[in-house]
């Protein structure tokens, strides 16, 4: 009996979770909400849109170096290790150069 409720605990868990990633997603929030200024402040133009998605993709590059990181520490594999810093490091450039592109006095840190 324990098992299906613990079951059951994670299907409604797993429902809420892309019931609300799909409604941030494709913002069906209405004009007023607070939600959509909130997520998508100047999306109307569209290099902002750009800016979006190549800030989000070097987000993706950071989380994946990272994990490929942590799985090189946790094996001993040097190479594992490496490339992960390599894609930290790209991801890294790829904000700092997003960054210097909208604010031309943007100063990296190091």
Do not use: C
């Not at 299906?4 to 809420?16: D, E, H, M, S």
Request: aromatic content about 6%.
């Amino acid at each position: 009996m324990n098992f299906f409720r613990q079951i059951r605990k994670a299907l409604v868990t797993i429902g809420l979770v892309v019931m609300l990633s799909t409604v941030i997603t494709f913002s069906f929030a209405p004009g007023k909400s607070w939600a959509n200024p909130l997520l998508t402040p100047s999306m109307d133009q569209p290099h902002a849109l750009v800016a979006a998605i190549n800030q989000a993709q070097a987000t993706a590059k950071k989380i994946e170096g990272k994990a490929q990181e942590g799985i090189g520490n946790m094996t001993g594999n040097l190479k594992t290790q490496a490339a992960g810093k390599v894609k930290q490091f790209d991801a890294d450039t790829q904000e700092a150069i997003l960054e210097s592109m909208d604010n031309p006095n943007y100063k990296p840190e190091g």
